[in-house]
């Protein structure tokens, strides 16, 4: 009984401390990413030209899909694994995307206290100085758009033939949970400068 107690001690310890270390963290975090809107805002939604306001409603379709259903699902299968992995059971969430879609992020998750959108490049640029690579504190999810295919995907993307007014656009959407523990799917779409179509959804997927 006494050890029981006794490791019961330890485990309340290390989780109390795992919560101020964790609070701590994302709090910088939130300050850095709110330097960086300050130094770089983000546009206007009317500003956004019609290829960014395509992309700003098709990632803030997939960022409300996620919050509503993949989100949980995985926060709770990282939760079940908690004890094994010591990680936070309810992480804070760090949520990626250029433009388009940090712009649809500044509405859907303006009152949020436990997500924060910031652009992939100053979240690399934060986490060299202040990593969190066990992912103890957060997970990260991402959900952007690339113009240029990766050269391992084209042979697969001209399968769907374009006209020559038309491109290929792959949305990239993915979470990392944990180490070894993270799963994505690109999305293959087509914009003729009006009105993108989804030409195949899980394009491409991989899981860790």
Same mark, same amino acid.
């Given at each position: 009984?006494?050890r029981?107690a +006794?490791?019961?001690a330890?485990r +309340?310890?290390?989780r109390l ?7 701590r963290?994302?709090n910088a975090?939130v +300050?850095?990413?709110s330097q960086q ?5 983000l546009?206007p939604?009317?500003?956004?030209n019609?290829a960014?306001?395509?992309q700003?409603q098709?990632?803030g379709?997939?960022l409300?899909?996620?919050i509503?259903?993949e989100?949980p699902r995985?926060?709770a299968?990282?939760a ?7 990680v936070e059971?309810?992480p804070f969430?760090v949520?990626t ?14 009152s ?12 690399a640029t934060?986490?060299?100085t202040?990593?969190?690579p ?5 997970l ?5 758009f690339?113009e ?10 001209n399968?769907?033939?374009l006209?020559?007014?038309e491109s ?5 959407e993915?979470t990392m949970c944990?180490?070894r523990f ?10 003729d ?10 394009f ?5």
């Open positions: 009984m006494v029981a +006794q490791l019961g330890v +309340q310890h290390r401390l795992m919560d101020t270390e964790g609070t963290w994302f975090l +300050q850095y990413a809107d300050t130094e770089d805002p546009p939604r009317a500003s956004l019609p960014e306001e395509a700003c098709i990632i379709g997939s409300i899909d996620w509503r259903r989100g995985l926060i299968e990282r079940a694994l908690a004890h094994l992995t010591h059971k309810d969430v949520f995307s250029t433009r388009p879609g940090l712009v649809a992020a500044r509405k859907i998750l303006h949020s206290g436990r997500i924060l959108s910031l652009h992939p490049d100053a979240f934060w986490s060299r202040s990593p969190d066990e992912f103890k504190w957060h990260h999810y991402w959900s952007y690339e240029d295919l990766p050269l391992d995907l084209i042979p697969k993307a399968l769907y033939r006209d020559g007014h290929h656009w792959l949305h990239r993915g944990g180490v993270g799963r994505g799917s690109d999305h293959l779409w087509k914009w400068g009006v009105t993108p179509v989804l030409l195949e959804e899980g491409s997927e991989w899981l860790s």
